[in-house]
């Protein structure tokens, strides 16, 4: 029903910038909020950052002030400008959408499959 194609994943040097882009499609109503979460290696997924349609965001501590959270609303679109990145951000980066769909009431999560960033020197 929502199908979320992400790119922009790879590897860096610490210090530098990368930036996710997540796009939404199917049979979309709505979609109040999109976000990117994270998972490393042998640790829970978390939140990094989320953003609603009128544009109010969520930011985790860890990336204040280094990671801009945006989207598109014509587009479907959501984006992650990732700067100064660390080692300890490598994880693989997962896009999030709650989204109503038509014909079918309520809102509903879906994840994209992942796209893996390594910050390695």
């Known amino acids: 029903q929502v199908q979320l194609v992400e790119s922009g994943g790879g590897l860096v040097q610490p210090g530098e910038s990368l930036r996710l882009s997540c796009a939404a499609s199917?049979?979309?109503?709505?979609?109040?909020?999109m976000g990117w979460y994270r998972q490393a290696p042998g640790k829970q997924r978390e939140l990094v950052a989320s953003?609603?349609?009128?544009?109010?965001?969520t930011n985790a501590d860890s990336v204040k002030g280094r990671f801009t959270i945006s989207r598109d609303n014509a587009k479907k679109t959501v984006y992650l400008q990732m700067n100064s990145l660390k080692p300890e951000d490598t994880a693989v980066y997962y896009c999030?959408?709650?989204?109503?769909?038509?014909?079918?009431?309520?809102?509903?999560?879906?994840w994209g499959q992942g796209t893996q960033v390594t910050v390695s020197s």
């Open positions: 999030n959408a709650q989204a109503q769909v038509y014909f079918v009431s309520g809102v509903r999560q879906y």
């Open positions: 953003i609603t349609t009128a544009g109010t965001t």
């Open positions: 199917g049979s979309i109503f709505s979609i109040p909020v």
